[in-house]
């Protein structure tokens, strides 16, 4: 019921919008039926005029973004409904200049602020007739009935002010849920917006019908825009264009491989214009404009917006590098400007790649950090206090050994402070790690034993209980147990490179990723030398790793790229010589670092594009 009332609400808002748009542009609508029976039995409320007064109403458009917004929260969420900025609509519109006599669609039109912006593009390209071109031209379709009815008032309102009728006879608008429409026709041209909706908030049904019929939703995870493009595609004719603004994570994201497999195998996509970490709509979603072709294309076009660039300045001047298909790996996009492919194959062509020379790895996980972790400036004597669940328990200190939460720190200064323990309930012997059975646990460490019998049903529900851990108290991943030396630790997600030397060869670490010298007689380079762990760690936060990550990996919101091993493995160090070493061990001066390594990596660099990093 509530509903029902949420839904007049709406409704009577919108016809208040509609009416008191007609009104202010002196319109008649009279002669259209389809607009007479839509304003049918309409009052027009003399409050929400006054509030509509307020706004600024002066085109179709306007109308078009106020009614976006009058969308119930719930299928904003459920069909992924967000509105379209005009300069975004006729960007893409005017890269795809259809003719004369083609037919556009948009599979899923919303309220039309696509369709409205082909009627002004073709209103200025043809000397046709509103309804022709509505009749010729224009397609649209959505699933929610209410905005198939208002995409098509706006339609009939356009043409009214153009001095005009058109009746619904003459669109081509319908109520549709286009993935399951058996289309019998095809397009010259798709556009759209098409609807952001996550795998975990489609329904049971429509997931198990998506993962049946589309090639680009295989995986346990998948975003409903991927199946818009393959539809998109397939209704396209030969050598027709397609044109949509959806998120950019389908570039890196481990559920878009299949679409971008799709997209190498059918060779189709000619462009792509990267909003990277900017904003363009009211949703906390990172965007890319991409066009496809139904004709086979070897490389994209590429470009991405600059930090600082609004996205309204960028699109005018945005032209595009080339990034040929054939170099781009499916199981991660990397698109690049040409300036920046030229430095990233420096970068990793300049000497021996970290991933060969450190082992990267991932911390240790016991899947209950505040059961295992301790204290350790809580000492007494022999013992540790844990408070856990509103008590203090002791545990014995040789249960124990230090951890560094990579978290936690920013300054290299901070790790000397760490006083971060973890319970250990292992035996090393070599590189073999067993957990203590519980006789012998009891026996060793009996403080520590009679805590974990306190939380062994919190233990038990590691891993959402389907997991049986023996004995009960062992850690959830065997990861990383045995691992020794010195080793730099960097966060997963970072505005700056942040690699930060523990020395200490038996802590351990968690959130994050360690670097291991790999110690390896073969190897043969400048820096294959534990003692050289500090020269490596400057290089590493030098400003050739910001610019490196910043290009080539993901980010998440606010711009912190991430810093997992696949990203960073092939950033090589450089062949340094003794001289290089020498100088590079002396120095501390960050931006002599950073113009020595410039040089030595030979380096382009745009200087505008990077702030200076906080100290290490
Ligand atoms: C991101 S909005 C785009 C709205 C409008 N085109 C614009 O650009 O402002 C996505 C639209 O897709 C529609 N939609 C969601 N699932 C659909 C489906 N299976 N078939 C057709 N339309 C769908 C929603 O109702 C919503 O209007």
Redesign the pocket.
């Known amino acids: 019921m509530e509903e029902i009332t949420h839904y007049m609400e709406i409704k009577k808002k919108e016809r208040n919008l509609l009416f008191y748009f007609l009104q202010k542009k002196g319109l008649d609508y009279s002669k259209s039926l389809f607009l007479s029976s839509y304003f049918d039995g309409f009052e027009p409320d003399s409050v929400l005029f006054s509030l509509l007064n307020r706004e600024k109403i002066s085109t179709l458009k306007d109308v078009e973004r106020l009614l976006?917004v009058m969308i119930p929260e719930s299928?904003r969420k459920l069909?992924?409904?967000?509105?379209?900025p005009s300069y975004i609509?006729d960007f893409i519109i005017r890269e795809m200049a259809p003719g004369t006599d083609d037919r556009v669609i948009?599979?899923?039109?919303?309220?039309g602020?696509?369709l409205i912006g082909l009627l002004d593009y073709y209103k200025k390209t043809t000397p046709k007739t509103i309804r022709e071109i509505l009749r010729e031209n224009v397609f649209g379709?959505?699933?929610?009935p209410y905005?198939v009815e208002r995409a098509k008032a706006l339609l009939a309102i356009y043409a009214l002010q153009e001095g005009e009728v058109a009746e619904e006879s003459n669109l081509n608008i319908r109520q549709?849920?286009?993935?399951r429409t058996e289309w019998q026709e095809q397009f010259d041209h798709v556009i759209?917006?098409?609807?952001?909706v996550k795998f975990q908030d489609l329904s049971d049904e429509n997931r198990a019908f998506l993962a049946g019929d589309w090639r680009t939703v295989k995986n346990g995870t998948f975003n409903?825009y991927f199946a818009f493009f393959e539809l998109g595609f397939r209704l396209l004719k030969p050598g027709g264009k397609l044109g949509y603004i959806t998120p950019n994570n389908y570039f890196t994201s481990l559920a878009g491989e299949p679409l971008r497999l799709f997209f190498q195998q059918e060779k189709c996509v000619s462009r792509i214009v990267d909003f990277n970490h900017r904003k363009v709509f009211d949703v906390q979603t990172y965007t890319a404009i991409t066009f496809l072709k139904k004709s086979k294309q070897d490389v994209i076009q590429f470009d991405r917006i600059e930090d600082g660039q609004q996205p309204e300045s960028f699109l005018i001047t945005a032209n595009g590098s080339l990034n040929h298909l054939a170099q781009l790996n499916p199981k991660k996009w990397r698109l690049l400007k040409s300036d920046e492919q030229e430095n990233i194959r420096r970068i990793e062509a300049a000497g021996a790649p970290i991933g060969q020379v450190y082992d990267i790895c991932v911390g240790i996980a016991t899947l209950k950090d505040e059961v295992f972790f301790v204290d350790g400036a809580s000492g007494q004597g022999d013992f540790y206090l844990k408070e856990y669940g509103g008590k203090t328990f002791p545990i014995e200190k040789e249960a124990t050994r230090t951890v560094f939460k990579i978290s936690d720190f920013k300054r290299q200064q901070e790790l000397c402070g760490n006083t971060r323990r973890i319970i250990f309930p292992y035996q090393v012997k070599g590189k073999s790690a067993s957990a203590i059975p519980e006789p012998e646990f009891s026996r060793m460490f009996p403080k520590c034993y009679a805590y974990f019998l306190t939380v062994r049903e919190v233990l038990a529900q590691r891993d959402k209980g389907k997991t049986e851990f023996s004995p009960f108290y062992a850690w959830g991943r065997t990861q990383g147990l045995t691992r020794h030396g010195k080793k730099l630790l960097s966060p997963t997600f970072s505005q700056y490179p942040r690699f930060l030397l523990d020395e200490d060869e038996d802590a351990f670490f968690t959130n994050g990723y360690g670097l291991y010298f790999r110690e390896s007689s073969l190897f043969q380079h400048a820096l294959a030398s534990v003692d050289r762990i500090e020269i490596a760690q400057k290089v590493l936060n030098s400003i050739v790793m910001d610019y490196y990550v910043s290009k080539t990996s993901v980010s998440i919101e606010g711009g912190y790229p991430c810093y997992q091993k696949n990203f960073i493995e092939k950033f090589a160090l450089p062949d340094f010589t003794e001289q290089d070493v020498a100088f590079l061990r002396m120095t501390n001066n960050r931006e002599e670092i950073d113009a020595f390594l410039i040089e030595k990596y030979q380096l382009t660099l745009p200087s505008h594009s990077f702030q200076t990093a906080p100290p290490i």
């Open positions: 976006e299928d069909n992924g409904a967000f509105f379209t609509v948009d599979l899923s039109c919303g309220c602020a696509f379709a959505d699933i929610l905005n549709a849920d286009s993935l759209g917006n098409p609807p952001y409903l």
